[in-house]
């Protein structure tokens, strides 16, 4: 047992440390010797080495913190980029399901959750994290749980030992088990307290232009994910940046030379999800007119990023399940042998999965296949020093697609209207935004855009009146204000001698399908919305959707506007913020 004057100088150093970093280390060095006391007294003494300890600080929504302490040292690290060190995903499983801690004998692929029926725990198998502990000579693991407030698994310690003599036999774990719970139990509340220190990432990237504080550690910590083979899940809320980053982890993994495959299951019926994953041959079901190549072979030795994750059917969840399990899957109408799904895996989601789980809509195996390195993506309201400089990136890049050697600007009164700004909708809702005022500003600038453009507070208050209904003002009043606009609008192509149609007001169905499908973020929901479930049901609503778009478009041609613009990524799916 530990003496006292042990615990309180434990506890010293980690009340003085300023960073988690610290904190981190003085627990490591602190557990790693227990451990090492523990070993000189058994038979095993001489003949096993720890190698090191980790400290995962992962809450349900995704990884915050991952640092080693290497044996001997002194000093927890954040991990570098092709690190082997990565956690066992069962372990971390048992971890979070029980709340125990978990021993695992590498070499004979068995774990032992402490207290819970061994018919209960899978074998750690051959996967790849058994594959890399063997390669870097561990034999036993040790995984203690970190306890939030609440009682809440939110992270856990591991402990590395490189031990063949004790290969297939009890190891010391159980001996020192009390103490290396009590520290762990003392360090949880500073570990979840301290900050991070400052990380120092490389800023200049096309990908990445804009980085604030909030989002360095997440970046360097998806740098060492990239370069794994596992599964990363991207979390956040819509707008939040996860399409970028899975493309930013692509280029940053041994998979870049190959292509980066984008496959949006909120634009695929349910029941074409599956098909869509694998391909299918011609004639393999009723609209089958020819071959389709599947997203899994598209994406062939390169990146396959599913995005929606939350809406994939039951069904089509098994077979994802199996295509991860065993990495192979069979076209959909093919006779022939399985194919091998080669590709690396990311997946997005902007919904709570856990609670998904527990309203069995998403199955509990596939939630835990696709949880091995997750990352919550913070909204732009967390963010607020990237706010300015997104937008003046947003702005530039507008302009140079006009003037390509021409400047664009905020005023700081715009700057100072974008940080009061919640801005829900995150980054994409920014991106409209800046559109919007672009094109405003553009308007007063005649037909021909200016060298230098300067996006001042006015356009920006036009540009928000779109985000910002009057709540004091009936739909029918908001409707007239619309429709007196539109008749000044005539007024003025009227003198110029190119009068406006009174049938391109038919475009008003179209621009409230475009609000509403960016409003619910889902084309069949704003259908819905306005009861046309046939029209979804019988999959006719894309077909409609075209007739609308094709309505506003001949009113933006008109009136000299470019949709994609004004009116969002609707207009303008090639473009993601």
């Excluded at 819970?116 to 040790?142: F, M, S, W």
């Excluded at 749980?145 to 004790?166: H, K």
């Excluded at 192509?493 to 621009?511: I, K, M, N, Q, S």
Aim: glycine share 8%; hydrophobic share 45%.
């Amino acid at each position: 047992m530990l003496e006292a004057g042990e615990l309180n100088a434990f506890l010293t150093q980690v009340r003085s440390s300023s960073f988690f970093e610290e904190v981190a280390a003085h627990a490591l060095v602190a557990i790693l010797g227990e451990v090492e006391r523990v070993l000189a007294a058994t038979a095993f003494a001489g003949r096993a080495r720890l190698t090191c300890g980790m400290v995962h600080l992962r809450p349900s929504d995704g990884y915050r913190q991952l640092v080693v302490l290497e044996a001997g040292s002194t000093e927890a690290v954040a991990l570098e980029s092709g690190s082997t060190r990565l956690p066992s995903t069962s372990a971390w499983r048992l971890v979070e399901q029980h709340g125990c801690a978990v021993a695992i004998d590498v070499s004979l692929g068995r774990i032992e959750a402490m207290g819970v029926p061994a018919a209960r725990i899978d074998p750690l198998g051959e996967g790849e994290t058994r594959q890399r502990l063997l390669e870097r000579g561990t034999t036993h693991v040790y995984v203690l749980p970190l306890r939030g407030a609440r009682g809440d698994v939110v992270g856990m310690i591991s402990i590395e030992a490189a031990c063949r003599a004790a290969m297939g036999q009890p190891f010391v774990w159980e001996s020192c088990d009390a103490v290396l719970q009590l520290y762990t139990e003392l360090v949880t509340p500073y570990l979840l307290a301290r900050p991070s220190r400052p990380a120092v990432v490389e800023h200049e990237d096309p990908l990445l232009p804009v980085l604030g504080a909030a989002m360095k550690g997440l970046v360097r910590l998806l740098r060492v994910f990239a370069q794994q083979d596992e599964t990363i899940l991207l979390c956040g809320a819509t707008g939040t940046g996860k399409s970028r980053l899975a493309r930013w982890c692509h280029e940053r993994s041994p998979f870049r030379e190959g292509p980066f495959e984008v496959l949006d299951l909120s634009t695929v019926p349910e029941d074409l999800q599956l098909a869509e994953l694998s391909g299918w041959r011609k004639g393999a079901f009723t609209g089958a007119s020819r071959d389709h190549v599947g997203a899994v072979e598209r994406a062939g030795n390169g990146t396959l990023f599913i995005d929606e994750i939350d809406k994939l059917s039951l069904r089509a969840q098994a077979g994802l399940l199996y295509m991860l399990e065993v990495r192979a899957y069979r076209v959909l109408g093919d006779s022939g042998s399985e194919r091998r799904a080669n590709a690396r895996f990311i997946i997005g989601t902007n919904a709570n999965l856990q609670a998904a789980v527990r309203a069995q809509r998403f199955r509990e195996d596939l939630y835990y296949r696709i949880n091995v390195l997750p990352v919550r993506l913070p909204s732009l309201a967390e963010r607020p020093d990237e706010i300015a400089p997104w937008a003046r990136y947003m702005l530039e890049r507008r302009h140079h697609e006009r003037v390509p050697d021409g400047s664009a600007g905020l005023t700081a009164a715009v700057v100072q209207r974008l940080l009061g700004y919640p801005w829900p909708g995150n980054l994409r809702q920014l991106d409209n935004v800046i559109r919007r005022a672009y094109t405003v500003s553009l308007a007063e600038q005649g037909s021909a855009a200016p060298h230098e453009l300067v996006v001042d507070e006015h356009h920006l208050t036009r540009a928000l009146a779109y985000e910002e209904a009057d709540p004091d003002r009936s739909l029918v009043e908001l409707l007239h204000t619309a429709a007196t606009a539109f008749v000044r609008e005539a007024e003025r192509h009227a003198v110029l001698g190119t009068p406006l149609e009174l049938d391109l007001t038919d475009a008003f169905r179209g621009l409230v399908l475009a609000a509403a499908t960016e409003k619910l973020e889902s084309l069949e929901e704003a259908f819905r919305l306005f009861g046309r479930h046939a029209l979804v049901k019988s999959r006719n609503h894309h077909k409609s959707l075209r007739r609308e778009l094709e309505r506003v478009d001949a009113l933006c041609r008109a009136l000299g506007v470019d949709p994609g613009l004004s009116f969002g990524r609707l207009f303008d799916p090639a473009q993601d913020a």
